[in-house]
């Protein structure tokens, strides 16, 4: 860590400083400049706190030097992860599709959606079976019968299942019915479900928080890895800002610069991403142009009438004219589809 | 609801969003103007997506009429709300002061720090037992110990407990020890625990999430509202924005704000607010200047070696002469401390 | 426009609104649902301020109906608009690349740019001959030497000239040595500037604020399409947000929601954007999937020891790659570069 | 600076780093950790641009030691700066009231608003005459006339003028009639009337900018400071975060931390900081509790009829039950008004 003194700081509050440090086990080196006295450190533990500096009589400000995280930086694995579930490789040549509606909501809805999503190309389908709301009027999901429904149909189309766990309690639900078992951004620091998530042996798709930096989402997917599993794949979907004619703003930057800090895969949802089914194709144009790993999509047969998110599914004519353009672009970065 | 077509929409357009508003239980007026047609619609239900108008062909822009929550409403108690535990009010006349550690994290440290709130003026300690750390190598709290000290130092000292209930599963210990269960910014929108705390009857703490808008944390009120569960107060504990010399922005403006759309009582942490303990005592008064019902302050006997949250944490002599300049703001909103 | 009055407002605030509205100009429809009495106007000017009925006792909220720009929009010219210069189309079937240092520093960097930009496919170089520092102890530019400079160079080249022009006093030096004056994201709302650019017979690209909506965005468009000047394109450039790893988040989909809402042609400039060479290159991928018109990318000879913003500046090489990346995305959406 | 290599840089990256930090005059200490090498460098020049460290090859993270301004930061003046305008101090022991409409819009509403905030204590009338407005088509200011107007009833009310220069071109007209320019926050980076202003010998107001942090705004300010104008006045006025109930989020915290990194008076204007009539007068009061030197607050006889911002435009019974509040609060923080 670097400390930096301020301007005109006295003796006093400099040893002050070096005194905390060393207490935490820092080996401190101390610089005089002309204007200011800097102290680096090192040798502590990587978990201090280091705001406890920032805020200290005659600081100017604090640094750390080491990553908070380890187990999900680029240098833990340089040659990047890739998931194998069944023939379907996440993180390899091919761009993986996800797709399906945001919801079940019926036999016959999920079931025509595989058929359209497996006809088009995607390796996964994707379903919600407990839906987290904002309103506690909204429809909140079929249960475990939608995860039954969500099974079968994905078996009958030779697909994988992705589907969002939403606390600790449904994990071992979740786990028999999906492949993968997605957080949703508004659980991406529910620690304790990431923890229990880290003793699973199945793979975790970790969707990205709306105002969480690229660092907090790294420091979240490190209580999953420091569990011990290592099938784990990151979601960009959309962040907070200010612009309000799209629901999210989606941060297509994050996808050049997980592959930078991180060897973990990373899948792009712009679905999510945007809110506006006019939108979506042209992100996820975006997200492969820009180098995800793979896409999540949300496809409804009759998204006019979806019980929830219709406004962000798009129509099957749609998925398939978008496959068709994927097809073209994923070679520009060295892939396919 | 108010739907306005695009300059230029077409018939078939304008009967397809007619439709779908019949078909969801709305009278529809049809009123056409000059540039824009413009379809109102009455007395559906309240839960409909309106984002799915938004996303048709030919329209412009949808509006919701009906506030999407109703129990959280200024106007489902016009007079305000008013919590009673013991003889203590929140939401009264008095202002009341919530002060303590981020953790418990010894008999001395919870002890001296009771003594010290008590006798500056709080009636509530806060400490956490449960501690939601972003990195899964920072301290993670004492657990139920944490919380069996903190019981005994509020009793000895007068106090009431409030502490930070984490997880659904969680909340039969919380309710045992604590008069108050406080749900943290990253559990905003866990509506499992949500509804679980609906079913409670006992009083709850709920902080608004750091990208939540204020519509957004009377929805989760609403939640638990809901559920049968009166007591509940809301807490504003700063947003993240661009600024990023404070730990977050702390939105003063929601205090007036929540007081014009809700009956509920608002409190305010300067503390995770700002992050810094140099910024905390000019924001408490800020916030009891423009209306808050409470406040919750972190105060450490020894910030510098806290275990969590040191550098928002106040010192003991801060707190006591804080405490003499909220007598003498409090009065100019009517109220004491 | 429509006013939703709050539950339970009374005669006398509905008749207040309703007066206002008249003496506004509108024509008046009220209708009374079970909960909310609702006012619609029809028929008054267009920049009228809404804020006012915002605040008005009883009032819930209101909202606007038509756009606040009209010249701006897409339906003042559904077929999108193209613009020539001489025979360099913006908006037309090629994607046209803009590309050259931030700053004009000596005559061998701008004519060594000059030279790898057109080889790689470039039709219009860019270069800043005053520059907008934050500091004003940085490098500011080299004034009107450097536009000479610059226009030498494109000469020289076959290429067009992009310039930034910082204030009115400078449009006619600008004039004189640029084909497309440039207006800077600080700029924005600049307004002065934007309609002297009104009356201006050349082409002008309008960069977005770092914290400018896009319907913020097509309000100064229509500053300058008012004073008669059409031939306007605009630039996204990114947005401020929380997320620091950036220096701006690219806002993606703005370019698909530009060609939505208006006819002019937007150009996308990823090295303002994300502000880090390591990701300018899959942004600018990322936009041409996105749908483009064009690119403005910065690319100096040796960006370690440019004068200004050498870090979003790419390497010959790395422009010559892109340039063939990007050859094999077009297509895909019906487009060449 | 320090820069922090990645873990497993090699030497010629780290080689590579050094000698830029050479050429750019810096002194290079070089020290090896278990897992990072770090460089600190000292004696360079104040205005290098740090983020072309932040991309080097093999670098992890840059950062600067010294501020990049020095005349804006408290240690320039630990006393605080005083402007004295006849017998009113800014930055004194009273905290200074500025008020009155948002636009000068008649002989009639200019004087009865100076008859208003005289007599409720205000010292300084406020009012614009050239109106940034976002539409081209909105009421854009009575130009010289209206600031004739305002100078004739501030004088005949013993007042001081506030009003805002748009542009360098209007700086001598302004300086004519107004007693403090004010720099609004769409200006706040053009940095030719910033270098202007600081060639001017009259006090200036320098508002923040909607997106700027307050390290940029401190910047702004060095331009104005480094001309040898030293009457400037900062202004906090809300910045644009997710939160679309109020117009902006008042960054109320940006006062203490204003008065910590600096020694310029802060000012607060709750009417642009809120956007609604109905939270500025909270807000003025919690400006005052935080600290502030001075408010601005815009009061109009009849804010239903204004021309612009009427929505945030307080009435003169609002005013002065503001002022007696106002006066109860300063003393809390040492101060009268």
Do not use: W
């Not at 400390?3 to 070096?18: C, L, N, S, W, Y």
């Not at 533990?45 to 187990?71: C, N, Q, W």
């Not at 209580?223 to 629901?247: A, K, P, Q, V």
């Not at 899948?267 to 809110?275: Q, Y």
């Amino acid at each position: 860590m670097v400390v930096v003194m301020q301007q005109g700081a006295t003796e006093e509050q400099v040893q002050h400083v070096i005194d905390r440090m060393v207490e935490m086990g820092f080996n401190v080196h101390r610089s005089t400049g002309v204007i200011h006295t800097v102290l680096g450190g090192v040798g502590g533990k990587g978990d201090f706190d280091l705001t406890v500096f920032d805020v200290m009589d005659g600081v100017k400000e604090a640094h750390r030097i080491a990553s908070p995280y380890k187990l999900a930086s680029r240098s833990f694995r340089p040659g990047g992860t890739v998931i194998r579930i069944g023939d379907v490789e996440i993180g390899g040549d091919r761009v993986v599709m996800m797709a399906g509606p945001c919801s079940v909501e019926s036999r016959e809805q999920i079931e025509r959606s595989a058929e359209v999503v497996a006809k088009g190309g995607a390796r996964v389908i994707r379903g919600g079976a407990f839906k987290p709301r904002s309103s506690p009027y909204s429809f909140q999901g079929l249960g475990e019968d939608g995860l039954r429904l969500l099974r079968q149909a994905a078996d009958r189309n030779g697909l994988l299942v992705v589907s969002e766990v939403m606390d600790q309690v449904q994990i071992p639900m979740l786990a028999e019915y999906a492949d993968i078992l997605q957080v949703g951004a508004r659980n991406m620091q529910n620690f304790n479900l990431l923890r229990e998530l880290g003793k699973l042996r199945k793979p975790v798709l970790l969707k990205r928080g709306i105002a969480a930096t690229i660092e907090e989402l790294l420091l979240s997917a490190e209580y999953i890895l420091s569990g011990g599993n290592y099938d784990l794949m990151l979601c960009e979907r959309g962040i907070r800002t200010f612009e309000t004619y799209t629901r999210n703003t989606m941060d297509i930057s994050a996808i050049p610069v997980v592959k930078k800090l991180s060897h973990l895969p990373i899948v792009a949802d712009p679905s999510h991403g945007t809110g506006r089914r006019d939108q979506v194709t042209a992100m996820a144009r975006a997200a492969v142009a820009a180098g995800a790993d793979g896409l999540m999509v949300e496809v409804h047969p009759d998204p006019d009438r979806a019980l929830s998110d219709g406004a962000q599914s798009i129509r099957p004519e749609q998925f398939e004219e978008l496959m068709g353009q994927l097809r073209m672009i994923a070679p520009a970065v060295g892939r396919s589809i």
